[in-house]
């Protein structure tokens, strides 16, 4: 039995990956760059991201720090307008709280959270939130899920990472701790072999905890 569950955040507790894709996507399409989905994804399950692809098109440094502004202005607007709810995550970690302890670690900066969690239930079954701010090496460096199990108290052994990319993957392996892949649509194409786990909805965790 697990004590302890990490959850990443985005595209598992809510649906945000695609928006966070495509606010890149418009960010780059504003300057006349194309953003392959399917190298995105790539560049993303090893830590890097969008801004690959705007170098490798001829993007300078200056043009790309302003077009970053500007998707994380286009990410909070989608953020603010588009459904993002993961259908039963709610009542899954209310049913989760009753036998785990449970933490979120997620590479969100803190202004993209606190939005998205202004009027969602989500965080009240939390014990605390690690967000980007919160350590100096992202996914998939180990460090994010490190200290997590510090935060805890936590060992290795007791903790379940809840993840649903290969970069978040990664992270927790290197950390030594199980890993479950949660189904997110933007991902599944990812590597997922490492993982100890593999479930469609977070209804399916709780055989896995008490198991």
Known sequence: MKKYVLFDHDGVLV??????????????????ITVDR??????????AGTWVQARAAGADERSISRQRA????????YLRTRPIEIEGVV??????????????????????????HEKRRITQFMDFVLVREDYELAKPHPEPYLTGLKRFG????????????ARGLTSAVAAGIDCVIVHNEFT???????????????????DIVLG
């Open 70 to 77: 500007a998707r994380d202005a286009y990410y909070q607007e």
């Open 91 to 116: 009542e899954a970690l209310a049913e989760l709280s009753h036998h785990v302890r449970m933490a979120i670690v997620t590479t969100a900066k803190r202004a993209d959270f606190e939005l998205i």
């Open 188 to 206: 599944k194409t990812q590597d997922f072999s490492q993982a100890s786990h593999r479930i469609n909805a977070l209804s399916e965790l709780k």
């Open 38 to 47: 399917e190298q995105y994804l790539r560049d993303m399950s090893r830590g």
């Open 15 to 32: 649906d945000t990956e695609l928006w966070y894709f495509k606010a890149g996507e418009r960010a780059l399409a504003d300057i006349g």
């Open 154 to 165: 936590a060992t290795r052994e007791e903790t379940l990472v809840v993840e649903d990319s």
